[in-house]
């Protein structure tokens, strides 16, 4: 076997005219029966290195993978281009599995994927059954989980060691996208291959433009970024499973088709959720970091950070998901020095002191990026220990002049807060005690202290900015250890007396405003209307089990009690008010303004309003004049279900229902052909024992989950 075959194979099996970074040196390895741990960038082609060796060895390669849809994905692409393979895992059948059994008996097979737990299936029961069969080669993929200082440590990795003890004449290749010195050691270590080859690539992504923001008013940064990126698929990544789900359902009430995903969703809405994704039927998932390893879709543009990743390596391999293609991509992340003190608890290992210091410190230097002045691709490139000293000129700080100015008197309170705390205390207790915080955390004698408070009228995170900015000009030092605290330097007393004049970089002062709830607004609201919309919110709050603001904001209630929209074409111009949220809960709105502004002799003050900001790419209407409840309409009568209605334009299911429900009265649409015969009887009844005094709430409470609220506004509409 040469080269020349694996180049033939390149060619003609996969498409490509010639190898890229290491995939011909790790080809040769593998060949020439050697072990090897390859790194490869995200988009680099690692799978050829084992998919090429298994073409040419005489027998099966084993292929572990951690993510199921991932398998069926690789395998698909490689019955596409007429290669023998299949996978075993947990969503087959018996009989399925029995056939995957039956082709590896006949030789029909020259790949197999398998998920780690499977090796030890009852036992070695499966380590024996390969044994007995011809096995050519072991690829483990996303490597990096094996490792406990790892970002994605999976404990069922940890039984791959065996497979060197079991089969030590057969090559193993390990494959990762991110490993730093440490995890790489660690990767070598417990797969038992001391003698492996390591093949590094570069891990400069030239085409991902990186960007930082602060993480002040992000969701109109947000929006105003996806205003400007109309059209292109992105991912959106969260820390919680509320928030992704919250920010998915305020993006789609913003005109985008956002779609959530966590692993708190069932398996059906997730892979639903992937597959309108992947084929861009629906444009941004918003997500939690259970969403990406192993995507395989080219063409995302965008990747943002909402939160802060817990370290590097997560951020390098999720911003990886864009730009797979090769073209112009960016990655923004939100930052706030508030994230990475939240983050710390997270980041303990309990009963592991070394794993919590390590885990502490990758946070702290994530931390460190969010915070940089200078390139990012070069801080990115250092961590994984690429040498370079060029800066990219590709990122937002290499494309700013950074100002700066007199910050002398900021850096002596800064340093004297150290000195006279004792220099004791981390950054998060320093920056509290500068402002005056209240918080039961600040020490009593410390109150007394002449320093505290009088940074109050500096922000927050402009302190953090400030102190970082002090540490790398060396007036400040951050000890290393699970509780990092800041220490003064030798020449900390210098400027603490005057005789250095110290330059902090400028940053946009945050103008801390007084709570009012008519700061934007020129006109006053009704107080006693706000209290009533805020009681009616709290109800309809209650009764679905969500938080209150998940209804409608502060601000959307001002605006409801300040310009008193009489009817839904009014109230649709009210902020916050997007397509679904005015079906689900417009009407109740509505009556409880009418009502208030009957018994007040008011009309309405909608034409005092400003035109609401326009960034609804989803049109009442489309180009042939068509509005989104006709165009319901005729799907829905040209057979489609509501599920796939709602599948297909990128709305919720309730919203299609509130679509259709318009059509009962005029006798375009039956009762019948949304709401079956044996639901209408059962929500008759309910009707007639609650009666709709209360709202709705009570009645789908006592029929259950088995019954929408779309269902329930149907029979109520036809009575």
């Known amino acids: 076997m040469n080269i020349a075959q694996a180049q033939e194979i390149l060619q003609h099996q996969f498409g490509y005219d010639s190898f890229r970074l290491h995939q011909q040196a790790a080809i040769e390895a593998v060949l020439a029966q050697k072990d090897c741990v390859v790194l490869m960038p995200t988009g680099g082609g690692k799978s050829l290195c084992y998919q090429i060796p298994a073409l040419l060895l005489d027998g099966l390669t084993l292929v572990i993978s951690p993510l199921i849809a991932l398998m069926k ?135 991902i433009f990186y960007a930082v923001q602060p993480k002040r008013n992000h969701y109109a940064q947000l929006l105003k970024y996806l205003d400007q990126h109309k059209g292109d698929s992105g991912i959106i990544y969260c820390l919680s499973r509320k928030s992704v789900e919250s920010l998915a359902a305020d993006l789609r009430d913003e005109g985008f088709t956002a779609l959530p995903y966590h692993a708190g ?52 391999q999720e911003t990886g998901r864009a730009g797979r293609d090769g073209l112009q991509s960016e990655a923004l992340l939100f930052f706030s020095w508030g994230d990475v003190a939240k983050l710390e608890d997270f980041a303990r290992v309990e009963g592991n002191a070394t794993q919590t210091e390590i885990m502490l410190k990758k946070l702290k230097i994530m931390g460190n990026f969010g915070d940089l002045k200078t390139c ?227 009309t309405s003050r909608i034409h005092l309003k400003l035109p609401k900001r326009a960034p609804k790419t989803r049109a009442k209407r489309d180009t042939a004049g068509n509005s989104t409840y006709s165009i319901t309409l005729e799907m829905f009568q040209a057979g489609m279900s509501i599920a796939k209605i709602a599948t297909i334009r990128g709305l919720s299911i309730s919203t299609i229902e509130g679509h259709l429900v318009r059509y009962l009265p005029t006798g375009e649409i039956l009762l019948e052909e949304i709401v079956s015969e044996d639901k209408i009887a059962v929500i008759e009844a309910a009707l007639d024992q609650f009666g709709t005094g209360n709202g709705i709430g009570p009645i789908k409470e006592f029929l259950g989950e088995e019954i929408s609220y779309g269902e329930i506004r149907a029979v109520l509409a036809s009575r």
């Open 73 to 207: 994905d690789q395998v698909d692409a490689l019955k596409a281009n007429g290669i023998a393979a299949a996978f075993l895992n947990s969503s087959q059948t018996g009989q399925q599995q029995g056939e995957v059994f039956r082709a590896i008996r006949n030789h029909e097979l020259k790949l197999l994927y398998v998920a780690p737990e499977r090796l030890l299936q009852s036992g070695d029961q499966f380590i024996d059954y390969l044994k007995g069969i011809n096995v050519s080669l072991f690829a483990i993929d996303e490597a990096h989980c094996i490792s406990s200082w790892g970002h994605d440590f999976r404990p069922e990795y940890m039984q791959l060691g065996k497979l060197k003890l079991h089969f030590p004449n057969i090559p193993l290749i390990a494959l990762t996208a991110t490993a730093d010195k440490l995890v790489r050691q660690d990767i070598i270590e417990r797969l038992n291959v001391k003698d492996a080859s390591l093949f590094v690539s570069s891990f400069n992504r030239p085409n």
């Open 376 to 602: 990012r691709r070069k801080f990115l490139l250092n961590y994984f220990s690429e040498e370079t000293v060029t800066v990219c000129g590709h990122c937002d700080n290499c494309q700013t002049e950074f100002e700066r100015f007199d910050g002398t008197i900021i850096a002596q309170k800064a340093l004297s807060a150290v000195a006279r705390t004792g220099q004791k205390f981390g950054l998060s207790y320093l920056v509290d005690f500068l402002r005056g915080s209240e918080a039961k955390t600040i020490r009593e004698e410390h109150k007394q202290l002449k320093t505290y408070g009088v940074g109050a009228d500096i922000s927050r995170d402009n302190w953090f900015d400030y102190f970082k900015d002090l540490i790398g000009q060396g007036y400040l030092h951050q000890t290393e250890g699970q509780y990092p605290v800041i220490v003064l330097t030798e020449t900390s007393e210098d400027v603490l007396r005057g005789k250095v004049r110290v330059e902090l970089i400028k940053v946009k002062v945050k103008v801390e405003k007084k709570v009012s709830l008519v700061s934007d607004l020129e006109h006053p609201y009704l107080p006693d209307l706000l209290d009533s919309l805020r009681q009616l919110r709290m109800t309809l709050a209650k009764q679905e089990n969500v938080p209150a603001y998940v209804i409608f904001s502060d601000a959307t209630l001002v605006e409801l009690a300040t310009y008193l929209p009489l009817d839904t074409e009014e109230m649709q111009k009210i902020s916050g008010v997007g397509d679904l949220k005015l079906q689900k809960y417009g009407a109740e709105f509505l009556r409880a303004i009418n009502q208030y502004c009957t018994a007040h002799q008011l």
């Open 265 to 316: 969703l069932d398996k059906e809405t997730r892979d639903q959720n992937q597959e309108l994704f992947l084929k861009d039927e629906a444009k941004i998932i918003v997500a939690t970091i259970a969403f990406g390893m192993g995507i395989d879709k080219s063409n995302v543009r965008f990747v943002v950070h909402c939160d802060l990743p817990k370290n590097i390596e997560s951020y390098y």
